[in-house]
């Protein structure tokens, strides 16, 4: 990744004694399942017996793809400024959601295909008014990438700098399941057909003409191979932006939430270059649009929730969130046997 980012893997120096801390617990070993390896992940992020979740935040990215043009989704381009709009009116799920868990939430114009109006909580960081039509072009010449790469970093270190040790990414672009579904399959493997699925909700004739313009826009750009040149080639700005903020929030040893299939693009594309990044993520759900599960076999990564969602914004994450704060707090809270007084 041309990034100097430097992504160790966490210290496992720490985690007997998280173990022991668990263990010693008022509880049966192991009965607080999966809460359990969860406390222990984010001590050993944190680096600390004592985690803690300060301000988290969500930062949602949108940008639009000029593979729209090919007919891919069943929204038209404009629906994506529109949503910011909604974002920025605070009436989407993501808003809902974020105010529920008190979660930050930050709206980043990544390149949305519109003059959107300056608005005191939109982060104008527009590379370009959308991508090419990577049917026809690479998505983004190699200086637009890395633009995208840097800003996404930059946006993490300031929340960084502003408390936060908690993150996720959401995005919201017409056509960007194509994008993610066209990396995935150049960066696994997986069948292409695994991978494309209905999106904004395809009929079945236009999910067959979504895989057929995507292996079309596969056959024009052979041997595109490695995170870089896949992204490069077939990715968002949006989605380029939120890889930069992956690498960026593990090498601050934040704790990163990850959403759906098209965030899932975007830490494949991390991952492919710094494996260790998966040290520092939680899979925040499994998510309806084909291709996700396949990704989440191929991280060896199990989802906390699974409900069906395929929403994007961020809205897994939001809804996970409660459970990350659950681990902490037995682990901060919860008596140990001596403590209690209790046989063991």
């Known amino acids: 990744m041309p990034l100097n980012f430097t992504v160790p893997p966490v210290s496992l120096a720490l985690a007997q004694a998280l173990q022991a801390k668990i263990d010693q617990k008022t509880k049966p070993q192991g009965s607080l399942g999966r809460l359990e390896a969860l406390a222990l992940q984010i001590g050993l992020i944190q680096n600390s017996l004592s985690p803690r979740l300060a301000k988290p935040c969500i930062i949602v990215f949108a940008a639009d793809h000029g593979i729209a043009a090919a007919g891919v989704s069943a929204y038209p381009q404009a629906v994506t400024g529109q949503m910011v709009a909604n974002f920025l009116a605070g009436g989407a799920a993501i808003n809902v959601l974020a105010r529920q868990h008190g979660i930050e939430l930050l709206i980043v114009d990544a390149g949305v295909n519109a003059d959107l109006p300056a608005h005191p909580h939109l982060i104008d960081a527009k590379i370009a008014k959308g991508t090419r039509n990577f049917l026809t072009h690479p998505a983004m010449t190699s200086i637009e990438m890395l633009t995208a790469l840097h800003k996404g970093a930059d946006l993490v270190s300031e929340r960084h700098q502003n408390g936060c040790n908690c993150i996720g990414f959401g995005e919201m672009g017409i056509g960007n399941t194509s994008s993610a579904a066209a990396i995935i399959h150049c960066l696994t493997g997986i ?87 998966l040290d520092y993520c939680v899979f925040s759900h499994v998510s309806h649009e084909r291709g996700h599960q396949a990704l989440l076999n191929y991280f060896n990564a199990t989802a906390l929730l699974d409900m069906g969602l395929r929403l994007g914004e961020g809205s897994g994450i939001a809804l996970a969130y409660p459970l990350l704060q659950s681990a902490v707090l037995f682990l901060n809270g919860m008596a140990s046997f001596d403590e209690a007084g209790v046989d063991h």
């Open 191 to 277: 069948a292409l057909a695994e991978c494309v699925g209905r999106g904004t909700g395809l009929s079945d004739d236009q999910l067959a003409h979504k895989t057929a313009v995507l292996q079309q826009a596969l056959d024009n750009h052979p041997g595109i191979t490695g995170a870089v040149e896949v992204l490069g080639t077939f990715g968002g700005f949006e989605i380029a932006m939120m890889t930069g903020a992956y690498l960026q929030a593990a090498e601050l040893n934040m704790l990163i939430v990850v959403d759906g299939f098209i965030a899932g693009a975007a830490l494949l594309a991390a991952y492919q270059c710094y494996p260790n990044i």
